[in-house]
């Protein structure tokens, strides 16, 4: 996995919630800093893509580990 400057446990939340946490978090952060997401809900493995591509946050990583979804996201310029 890469390495972050934050991270974010949205376990046991189901969409929107993930995606709503990682805008509100991305939006404290300066660019080129990188969020971890880590989610439960299998929704997010569409909505965090979709969402990084409409607000030209950069996904770099996505896996899944022991039920948990991890994402890495880089802040947009």
Same mark, same amino acid.
């Given at each position: 996995?890469? $390495? !972050?400057?934050?991270? #974010?446990?949205?376990? &046991? %939340?189901?969409?929107? %919630? @993930? /995606? *709503?946490? +990682?805008?509100?978090? *991305?939006?404290?952060?300066? +660019?080129?800093?990188?969020?971890? *997401?880590?989610? =439960?809900? =299998? &929704?997010?493995?569409? $909505? #965090? @893509? +979709? !969402?990084?591509?409409? =607000? &030209?946050? @950069?996904?770099?990583?996505?896996?899944? /580990? $022991? &039920?948990?979804?991890? !994402?890495? #996201?880089?802040?947009? +310029?």
């Amino acid at each position: 996995m890469s $390495d !972050f400057d934050t991270e #974010i446990d949205t376990s &046991g %939340l189901n969409c929107p %919630l @993930p /995606v *709503l946490k +990682a805008r509100k978090m *991305l939006n404290e952060m300066s +660019a080129s800093q990188r969020l971890r *997401l880590i989610c =439960t809900d =299998t &929704g997010a493995l569409k $909505d #965090i @893509p +979709a !969402f990084c591509k409409m =607000t &030209g946050n @950069p996904l770099l990583s996505s896996e899944e /580990v $022991d &039920g948990k979804l991890y !994402f890495i #996201i880089e802040k947009g +310029a």
